[in-house]
């Protein structure tokens, strides 16, 4: 055999060998992250800013190798990255997805991201320190967004976009009507709501109650010497007629203004996402919401008994 043919077959035979390895050799997960390391990016809906700022904190601190970089959006701007942004691996949102988007998912990535709730959250009224119109009813509340009531008083909302409050606002109060852009106004975030309804007595603010319900929080109790919590008409009281939104209330429903807090998961594999997913959903995080006054999630077991009276 010449010296030129050996060499060839020899080449040959290494390439055989290699392509073979490579075969059977175990698959590589690609995923960098798991739920204890590695970081990943989700965006939250603004409203739940300081709650969610806690929770982070928290598990950061039980899984010192992982880092959860959160982006603070309206919740129009958390459903445009979870679509369009490959980098989102979660969004924390006031609800979870249609049966059209959750096809959407389905059609585009073969799976459609799941959601679960996580807490109740309450829209508060906010209003100056000094103003005295501190009942609302939901009628009233429509009233002036449609800019049927006073005149002289302007409402503002958090956000300059599309925002989980608007949104909630035009659906269950509104129920298809349009604002009024003379009285309702828009601030760039839930804190500038804040900072400006304890500069103006006609101004009424309409924020997520993570943003001024908690009276253990220093820069909310500091904000509370400059702002107050409205009350809201009670449908469902027998005893008190206007309601705060308190735990209790947010719970009961008994505050109409409640909303849910879902998170959105686009993975697909048991990585940081899911992780901190699973955090929210039990003990830990949800006495993180329950140290912030919002709603935790609650799991109740039916059992059926016998009770004995004596007549």
């Known amino acids: 055999m010449s ?7 020899v080449l040959c035979i290494s390439c055989f060998v290699f392509f073979y390895a490579c075969s059977n050799s175990p698959t590589i997960n690609p995923a960098q992250d798991s739920p204890t390391s590695g970081s990943i990016s989700i965006t939250v809906d603004e409203s739940f800013k300081p709650v969610i700022e806690q929770q982070i904190k928290i598990y950061e601190a039980d899984f010192p190798g992982t880092k959860i970089n959160a982006l603070y959006k309206s919740e129009a701007d958390c459903f445009r990255d979870l679509y369009y942004d490959s980098a989102t691996r979660m969004v924390i ?119 001024i319900g908690n009276p253990e929080e220093k820069e909310q109790i500091e904000m509370l010497k400059k702002v107050k919590i409205a009350y809201v008409q009670c449908a469902i009281c027998d ?13 009961t429903k008994r505050y109409p203004l409640v909303r849910g807090l879902y998170y959105i998961l686009k993975e697909n594999y048991s990585g940081l996402g899911s992780g901190f997913a699973s955090f929210l959903k039990y003990e830990r995080g949800q006495l993180v919401f329950r140290r912030a006054y919002l709603g935790p999630r609650m799991d109740f077991e039916i059992r059926n008994v016998l009770i004995k009276e004596k007549l």
Not at 239 to 251: C, F, G, N, R, W
């Open 239 to 251: 005893s008190t007629p206007y309601v705060k939104p308190t735990q209790a209330s947010i719970l």
């Open 93 to 211: 949102v006031t609800r979870g997805l249609s049966k059209k988007e959750a096809k959407f998912f389905q059609d585009t990535i073969a799976y459609s991201p799941p959601s679960d709730p996580i807490a109740w959250d309450a829209i508060s009224i906010v209003v100056n320190k000094n103003s005295t119109d501190t009942l609302f009813t939901l009628q009233k509340l429509q009233q002036l967004l449609i800019g049927k009531g006073n005149k002289n008083q302007s409402i503002i909302f958090d956000g300059l976009n599309a925002t989980s409050t608007v949104r909630f606002v035009t659906d269950s109060i509104l129920k298809g009507q349009p604002f009024d852009t003379a009285v309702v106004k828009a601030a760039k975030n839930s804190r500038e709501v804040l900072n400006l309804i304890s500069q103006n007595q006609n101004a009424i603010g309409l924020v997520g109650i993570s943003w």
């Open 3 to 9: 010296k030129k043919k050996y060499s060839f077959l």
